[in-house]
């Protein structure tokens, strides 16, 4: 059974990690069928939670005909994520451990092969990848050749069977370790590990020991 204090403070906390890492392994269940990474997008929220995903893959995949046979598959999101090394602890009987965002969906897969679908799926991804940037890139840019694209990909939906999410970020350390852990972890460069391991820990949130 997971660590209850592992677990999402609210369904924001999982809808929030899969809109900043959309890049998911989509994982079938045919056991001769290779896990595939691709982006998805969330397309539908009921009730704060996350009902359907949406996504494409290349056309000649053999994981796009095993999932035409059986469209249960899992979907495996990653977010920020650090080794916690007991070298940056004063009391080095403690173990090594990691410290990590992430969130698993069982879902069921169905193709939506048609041209509107496709060119929605693709410009949703296409918007939400470029909308801070600057000089940001369209579609339209592409000129002829987004044509060409959109022959060699299929657009899907992934509607949620069933979802799990563990966000394991510290909450078990000792008050005196949590500080060295995030010194550790600034001193390693993972900044985006220790923000969201102080946004979990309000009440010792640090910026490490001072030096």
Known sequence: ???????????????????EHPLAWIVPRDEDAHAMP??????????????????HAPRHFPQVAQLRADPRAL?????????VSPSWFHD???APTWNFA??????????????????????????AMEAARPNRWRVEDMHTRY?????????????????????????DERDDTYPEIIDGLQRAGNDALVALM??????????????
């Open 38 to 55: 691709m982006p998805l997008r969330i397309e539908r929220i009921e009730e704060g939670r996350i009902a359907t995903l949406i996504g």
């Open 102 to 127: 992430i969130a698993q969906f069982d879902v069921r897969i169905d193709f939506i092969d048609t041209p509107d679908e496709l060119d929605r799926v693709i410009r949703d991804l296409v918007d």
């Open 198 to 211: 102080n946004e979990f820990n309000p009440q010792r949130a640090t910026r490490g020991p001072a030096s």
């Open 147 to 171: 044509a060409q694209l959109l022959a060699r990909i299929i657009p899907f939906r992934a509607t949620v069977v069933a979802a799990e999410a563990k966000f394991k970020l510290g909450q």
């Open 92 to 94: 080095r009987t403690q």
């Open 75 to 83: 979907l495996l999101f990653m977010g920020p994520n650090g080794y």
């Open 1 to 19: 059974m997971s660590n209850p204090r592992f677990v999402p403070r609210s369904d924001t906390d999982t809808v929030r990690l899969v809109s």
